[in-house]
């Protein structure tokens, strides 16, 4: 069998599905030589003439087939159905069933809401079942058409029924002459799907240049009432220049005025730029790993500091991690873009990031599930599907597998009259959760370890598929499917959310439309993660409960795999965003706990906030902070051994925090212990305090002594 692609030009924008094509199937093609694209209404330029560069093979084109690992090529990226590039005005259909199944929910994996028959379905479907019916893309301009994916309808319900088997496509300029998509002399045939969610790809034997493109269904699974022409689709072509560039739409941005990697990167891709990155700033960066996944890939992490390697007093941890799920993609790649920029912007002197570099200790982890995105990276942008690389190898979701201490504190709860013995911090880890049988990713207990021995004070977690900013708690109190869930710190957990989603150049357009089944523009695009649905395990809630670390999650675009054109969009979407949350780690209180009498730090006093049910810690040196919107605050310090001190602090609007240090004054048995300990002499005002001690448990003694004599005497009266 042989393969062909289409001639490749000067203007060609690359679209490559990486490395397998498992599942893809490319229409069959006769034997033909590779021609120059069609051109439907008028001839192409000079440039749009260019003699062919590459040549490709490509598949026949009338039925398709599951085809051994090979790289399938398109030199056209995707038009942008997915990642809504494609408005909705730009869809149109012959018929359609209801306003759920209509044309705009045609899109590449666009997911369906929980109720079957709500206005969030999962593809469009015809109305009626006869081969005239279409979907129609309008690029808007001149464009080279060179491929077609499709899948079927995503529903709880109906998905495996509503399919298309066979389609043809057509082209037109003006929506009234249509021309078929040729195989020789015959119209092409191209085979969909045989289930609803895997992507088949579709190359077409010579491209043609038009502005509408058609996809009109052929076959369907029909079987009695059951099985609809259903479908959702993402159209492959490169847009033709347009000297006039009278649309608004023709002058949208599609780079960045920053020169970084933008490309999807693999493991050896990805730690060959890391180590690029390390030697351009090898003063403020450093290289480590947290330890392996199940397939034996580090887990590597990039440490940006003035002093890197070290923990320095009063410096707050910060964190982004990114590939959890390893098919979400798109955070992995803005983190890598982001050490690039702040190792170029440092060396530039931009006085935000040297500020940001030397006041912060940063810690971004790409990668927390390289063996999926393996998994994703191999079958590539588009053809990945929905959940292909999601979990880890051994088929764990590391974003329900952390430990659900929401369930030990409320149980507590629910259990102890004594409200005082409640902890509403530091819970510990359940024993049966860490022993070696329990079901636990290793990439899960390594993050949770890393957790344990840095002390992070903020965080973020990188996600895709969704544009929202979703704050804990992320599971609901009793198991119910979505419930409004707070925590103690509900408003500045709120603010946190709202600093990232208002400083996104998408979240913040009010024009955007809802990428699948809810429309978070209602709620801000900020939600508590358990009011939209229940996340028990989630790294989020655990974080909060066992750790002094506040995390939110982010959902970074509706497309969990962006085409690598996309990209640099995407990091101007995001790049304000990352710095500005990076920046709320200075926000609230901040400083240290000293024994007063040798000014030592002590580790793992408890910081309480009047009126806030969620206490934090020092750590090894006696320094905390503690996150806190603008207000005053009484702030009590405790430590074992020691009497507590208070004091009120004032948190401004300032981005920097409020110094409220701490000195606290060990009780006399505590200070005698450690004195005789070292074989010193008692002070004097230890000596002072042991004799007033002494003189009143002796007063309070003797008058138990006077009561019990005037009580027996009292008695032997009474005899007498």
């Known amino acids: 069998m042989r393969n062909a692609c289409p001639v490749v030009y000067q203007m060609v924008c690359f679209f490559i599905a990486k490395r397998s094509t498992r599942g893809i199937k490319v229409a069959k093609k006769p034997k033909t030589v590779l021609k120059k694209p069609k051109v439907i209404g008028k001839k192409p330029n000079a440039a749009e003439r260019a003699k062919p560069q590459v040549k490709k093979r490509v598949s026949p084109s009338v039925a398709t087939e599951t085809a051994p690992p090979l ?37 590449l994996n666009i997911q369906s809401g929980i109720e079957d028959g709500d206005i969030y379905d999962g593809a469009w479907c015809a109305q009626y079942r006869d081969k005239k019916q279409w979907l129609e893309v309008d690029a808007r301009r001149l464009t080279r058409f060179t491929g077609v994916i499709l899948q079927g309808r995503n529903s709880i319900w109906r998905s495996v029924w509503d399919i298309v088997h066979t389609y043809k496509v057509q082209f037109s300029n003006d929506t009234l002459v249509w021309k078929p998509c040729m195989n020789g002399t015959e119209e092409a045939i191209f085979e969909g799907n045989q289930d609803a969610e895997t992507p088949v790809l579709a190359l077409f034997n010579t491209s043609t240049v038009a502005r509408y493109i058609r996809i009109n269904p052929q076959s369907w699974y029909q079987n ?29 941005p599609t780079e960045s005025k920053d020169k970084l990697d933008f490309r999807h990167h693999n493991y050896k891709e990805m730690r060959k730029l890391m180590k690029s990155v390390q030697e351009e700033c090898p003063d403020i960066t450093r290289i480590y790993s947290i330890g392996k996944s199940y397939m034996g890939l580090k887990l590597y992490v990039m440490e940006i500091s003035d002093n890197p390697g ?34 170029q912007e440092y060396k530039r002197g931009d006085q935000r990031i040297v500020h940001l570099v030397k006041e912060t200790r940063i810690h971004l982890l790409p990668s927390m599930n390289p063996d999926g995105y393996e998994m994703a990276f191999k079958k590539g942008s588009e053809l990945a599907g929905w959940s292909l690389g999601r979990y880890s190898y051994e088929g ?51 993050v949770i370890s890393w957790m344990q021995n ?6 973020a977690n990188l996600h895709g598929g969704e544009l929202v900013v979703t704050y804990p708690y992320d599971m609901t109190r009793d198991w119910a499917p979505r419930e409004h869930t707070p925590t103690a710190d509900e408003s500045f957990f709120r603010w946190l959310a709202v600093v990232y989603a208002s400083t996104n150049q998408v979240m913040s357009n009010h024009d955007r439309r809802p990428c699948h089944n809810k429309d978070f523009l209602r709620y801000n695009n900020i939600i508590n993660g358990a009011d939209w649905h229940n996340v028990p395990g ?37 790049r304000e965003s990352l710095l500005t949350y990076m920046e709320q780690v200075h926000r609230g209180i901040k400083g240290v706990v000293r024994d007063k009498d040798t000014g030592a730090g002590i580790a793992d006093a408890v910081i309480k906030v009047d009126d806030i049910n969620h206490h934090i810690r020092s750590v090894a040196d006696g320094d905390y902070w503690r996150l806190l919107n603008p207000g005053e605050y009484r702030v009590t310090a405790t430590a074992e051994g020691y009497f507590p001190s208070s004091r009120t602090c004032q948190v401004m609007y300032d981005h920097y925090p409020t110094i409220c240090d701490f000195r606290l004054t060990k009780m006399p048995k505590e200070r005698l212990k450690e004195l005789l300990m070292k074989g010193g002499k008692l002070p004097k005002d230890l000596q002072l305090r042991l004799r007033q001690l002494r003189m009143r448990k002796l007063r309070v003694t003797t008058k138990a002594i006077n009561r019990r004599r005037a009580a027996a005497a009292a008695k032997r009266a009474k005899r007498v």
Request: aromatic share 10%; hydrophobic share 35%; proline share 6%.
């Open 454 to 459: 840095i002390p992070f004070v903020l965080g």
């Open 538 to 574: 989630s790294m989020n809630d655990f974080s909060y409960l066992h750790t002094n670390c506040f995390e939110v999650t982010v959902e970074l675009s509706c497309d969990k795999f962006p085409h690598a054109s996309e990209l640099p969009i995407e990091w101007e979407n995001n």
């Open 71 to 107: 790289l399938v090529v398109s030199e056209c990226p995707p038009l942008g159905l997915e990642s809504l590039k494609v408005k909705d005005t730009q869809l149109r259909a012959s018929s359609y069933k209801r306003r759920g199944l209509g044309p705009h929910r045609g899109r």
């Open 224 to 252: 009695g009432t059951k099985g609809h022409i259903c479908l959702r689709a993402e159209v492959l072509g490169c847009a033709l220049s347009d000297p006039n560039s009278i649309y608004p739409w023709q002058t949208e």
């Open 396 to 446: 764990i979701d590391m974003n329900h597998n952390f430990a659900d201490l929401n369930s030990v504190m409320w149980i507590a709860i629910e259990l102890e009259t004594d409200r005082s013995k409640l902890i509403n911090h530091y819970f510990p880890i359940p024993e049966q959760y860490t022993t070696e049988e329990a079901f636990v990713a290793s990439e899960t207990r390594a």
């Open 310 to 343: 070290k923990h320095e007093l009063g410096e707050p941890e910060f964190r982004y991690v990114a590939g959890m799920h390893g098919n979400e993609v798109l955070g992995r790649e803005l983190l890598l873009n982001l050490m690039q920029y702040i190792c």
